[in-house]
């Protein structure tokens, strides 16, 4: 770029421009999608993007987006085209007025550009871990290495109940499937072996999500750090998935929480008195 440090400032993002990448710092006001506030910002190497366009936006706005090349981000890789329009980290959002200024900065990115095509590595930094998020039916956790499962008993399916709580190394991993919790049968999917998947309501190797349960902007950041992990160290033999025990789930603060759980869905209506007393009881008697 022509001068170093140079920032264009856009509704709920900034781009400042560096010789050799873009970092974008995202907005955490209250109107801001939710996503690019848990983002943060990205630093973009310059490398993996292949395209960079100026269009008319609405009300009276152009919009700057630049494009990441097939395999640069694995933030892009796991969403598979499914983030709305407002969620796109790549595009920023300036008043008109501001054309001219946004039409040269995307001439100049465009003079900077590689010749477009897949990108052999991811080259956009990954999410950081450790990563966790509540779906519907589990908690999801994530730190650097292992994925782990822990069901509801609220919202699993007996044949998870009886898999019981599941634990990945990312050694075993070929894959994630994320599907966006704003269409129907969301889900979060640890893909492993070559053969048909099970429903994922059955599947012991997902999690479902549902109304209020794995936000797009924790379930996918999420996504995309294992995505990052399993590119990084590749997959190798695959075991079984080691099951822990529902007679092992003793651990004080494992009880605490699900306890807690438990709460807010008794203060939901989701669970009756009667059902809410009998499993604390079941809960506390694990200790």
Do not use: N
């Not at 140079?6 to 709920?12: E, R």
């Not at 008109?96 to 956009?124: H, I, K, M, W």
């Not at 209020?212 to 990052?228: I, K, R, T």
């Amino acid at each position: 770029m022509s001068r170093m440090g140079d920032v264009l400032a856009g509704f709920h993002a900034a781009w400042e421009f560096e010789s050799d990448s873009v970092l974008i710092r995202y907005e955490r006001g209250i109107r801001a999608p939710k996503l690019l506030q848990a983002l943060g910002e990205r630093r973009v190497p310059l490398a993996a993007l292949e395209a960079v366009t100026l269009t008319a936006g609405r009300r009276g706005t152009v919009v700057l987006r630049a494009r990441p090349r097939p395999g640069a981000d694995p933030l892009m890789e796991a969403a598979d085209g499914q983030l709305r329009e407002s969620c796109d980290p790549y595009r920023l959002v300036l008043p008109a007025g501001r054309e001219t200024l946004a039409e040269y900065y995307a001439d100049e990115l465009r003079g900077l550009l590689d010749p477009p095509g897949p990108a052999e590595r991811f080259l956009v930094e990954a999410p950081s871990v450790p990563r966790s998020f509540k779906a519907y039916d589990g908690k999801a956790s994530f730190d650097g290495s292992t994925v782990r499962f822990r069901w509801f008993w609220t919202g699993a399916s007996s044949a998870k109940w009886k898999a019981g709580d599941q634990s990945f190394a990312v050694s075993e991993l070929r894959g994630v499937e994320w599907r966006s919790p704003e269409v129907f049968e969301g889900h979060l999917r640890l893909l492993r072996g070559e053969s048909e998947p099970l429903p994922a309501d059955q599947d012991p190797s997902a999690v479902v999500f549902g109304l209020g349960y794995g936000p797009v902007h924790e379930s996918l950041p999420f996504a995309a750090a294992v995505l990052a992990a399993v590119r990084e160290r590749g997959p190798s033999a695959v075991p079984a998935a080691v099951p822990v025990a529902a007679v092992a789930r003793r651990d004080p603060a494992d009880i605490a929480e699900r306890i807690r759980h438990l709460g807010e869905l008794h203060r939901a209506g989701l669970v009756t008195d009667e059902e809410f007393s009998m499993k604390k009881a079941q809960l506390l008697a694990e200790l």
